[in-house]
């Protein structure tokens, strides 16, 4: 198919945006370098709800450019909800470039906005060659996000770590893809699918390190161990709404590429790397919860928790073999995880700053300074421990019955035991709220801003709301013909 013969009309979210985030640094460039830009944040905020609307309206059909760029409800589902967690990172962001005059506001909206551009070309890609396209181009925006205070040592030392560790990352994603591209002559994972368990056959030996290497970038990007190092330093030292991007964000979107490779190229070999996923995913969550159990740092205690939760993500990936059990399962915790946790690091964010350090001893007395946002934090921090009524713990109980199904008991018994472990060092979080007196000079009630108040208030509301009635998603989630994808 020619460039003149494709239907451009179904990249139009795409387009779209691309086009508002050049013209938001456009924007930003003819106003100054520095100063208060809150104009822009908004404009950003608005330019993303915008490509929600066209996404809804473009993405609800099944429909391909060249079979290498999918439209589809796999595709409209994550879309949106990737792009309602950058718009709540926006808003965290606006309070946050506030406090920091030496950071050049514009750029950083325009990095976002890109970096949204990224994960969506991520999700609609089913060709290795737009799949990297996307994955790269949020790489480089994260790469420039997580060292935007570049006279900030930690912020310098993250983004250093991020592009070394990242571009080798990306290195072993092309090689895993160039033995698959020598076999088959081609790109599309359609194609790729339909002659994998014969060239599996013939070529085990090729197809298993093609497998192997794929799965080490892609679990650098989504940190499971043992490919999460990175993790812990580049989130401490990055600014905190970048931390959130990362954690929530840019983790979702590689998720996404992950189910797009391995159910449409290898999902026709499904057994051959099953149990690797879910060895993967137990070690991801024994040690992402063991190391949290010692962290002080608040974010480097995120930064574990978010390595656990993504173990409980891969679960379904490993443990359910059907194509629709799988993507619901994912998609609803993906939604959860997005409320939950973007909405922790809202107040994270306005605590810490307004402290001075990332102690967790910086939320002591909260619960006596803003009753509102200890009681918003607490339900968030239950809700990734898996606590009833929450969006959290229908999730994790979501995904507990798919790994019982499949008769991989010993997964589901490591899941329980480790979302146990988590209420430790999220009650140790809580504990200082409300046990602990606020310090002599955090004795003052805490202002907090509307950004950042309409995201916890948002964010608390569907975590509620997912745990009281998790139906209203989850039946329209099993509706889902997800096989659309496969075409």
């Keep these: ?45 608005l330019s993303l709800f915008v490509t929600i609307v066209l996404v809804i309206f473009t993405n609800n059909q099944s429909a391909s450019i060249a079979d290498m760029f999918y439209v ?46 990224g994960t969506m070309i991520m999700v609609s890609s089913a060709d290795l060659i737009t799949l990297f396209i996307g994955l790269e181009l949020l790489s480089i925006s994260s790469y420039c996000l997580a060292g935007f205070k570049k006279y900030k040592k930690k912020s310098t030392e993250a983004a250093l770590k991020y592009v070394i560790l990242g571009g080798a990352a990306s290195a072993f994603i092309l090689y895993g893809m160039s033995f698959v591209y020598g076999l088959t002559g081609t790109t599309s994972l359609v ?41 812990p330093d580049v989130y401490e030292g990055a600014p905190t709404p970048v931390t959130a991007f990362l954690t929530v964000v840019s983790k ?60 409980y993500i891969l679960v379904p990936i490993a443990a359910v073999a059907t194509v629709s059990g799988t993507f619901s399962m994912v998609a609803f915790y993906a ?19 307004e402290a001075g350090n990332e102690d967790i001893t910086s ?26 009524l929450t969006a959290g713990f229908f999730g994790k109980v979501y995904i507990l019955q798919g790994a019982v199904t499949a008769d991989m008991l010993w997964l589901a018994v490591i899941m329980i035991v480790t979302s146990i472990i988590s209420f430790y060092y999220y009650f140790g979080i809580i504990k200082h709220m409300f046990m602990r007196g606020p310090k002599d000079d955090q004795r003052s009630e805490l202002n907090v801003p509307f950004s950042l108040s ?23 989630f099993n509706d889902i013909n997800w096989m659309a994808m496969f075409m």
């Design 1 to 45: 198919m020619s460039a003149f013969d494709a239907n451009w009309s179904l990249m139009t979210p795409e387009i779209v945006l691309a086009t508002l985030a050049l013209v938001i640094f456009t924007i930003d460039f003819m106003t100054g370098i520095k100063g208060n830009k809150a104009f822009i944040g908004r404009l950003s905020i």
């Design 72 to 117: 589809d409800a796999y595709a409209m589902v994550f879309k949106v909800i990737l792009l309602l967690g950058v718009a709540f990172v926006i808003a965290i962001s606006m309070y946050y470039l506030d406090l920091h005059d030496d950071v050049y506001q514009g750029e950083y909206y325009s990095l976002m906005l890109f970096a949204a551009l």
């Design 191 to 231: 194609e790729i699918g339909e002659v994998m368990p014969a060239l599996f056959e013939e070529y085990t030996l090729m197809m298993t390190l093609s497998l192997l290497f794929m799965l080490a970038g892609f679990g650098f990007k989504i940190s499971i161990v043992p490919f999460h190092m990175w993790a």
């Design 252 to 311: 979702l979107a590689a998720f996404g590429i992950i189910l797009r490779v391995f159910f449409v190229g290898f999902g026709t070999v499904y057994d051959e790397w099953a149990f690797v996923f879910a060895v993967l995913a137990a070690l991801t969550m024994i040690v992402g919860n063991f190391i949290a159990l010692t962290q002080r740092n608040v974010k480097r205690l995120m930064a574990y928790s978010g390595i656990a939760q993504a173990g």
């Design 335 to 353: 939604a959860a995880y997005v409320l939950m946790t973007l909405g922790a690091f809202a107040i994270i964010t306005i605590v810490t700053e």
């Design 363 to 388: 939320f002591s007395g909260l619960y006596q300074r803003s009753p509102y946002m200890a009681v918003a934090m607490t339900t968030f921090l239950v809700s990734l421990g898996g606590l009833p």
């Design 454 to 476: 309409a995201v916890v208030t948002v964010s608390l509301a569907g975590t509620i709301i997912l745990g009281v009635l998790p139906n209203l998603l989850l039946n329209f």
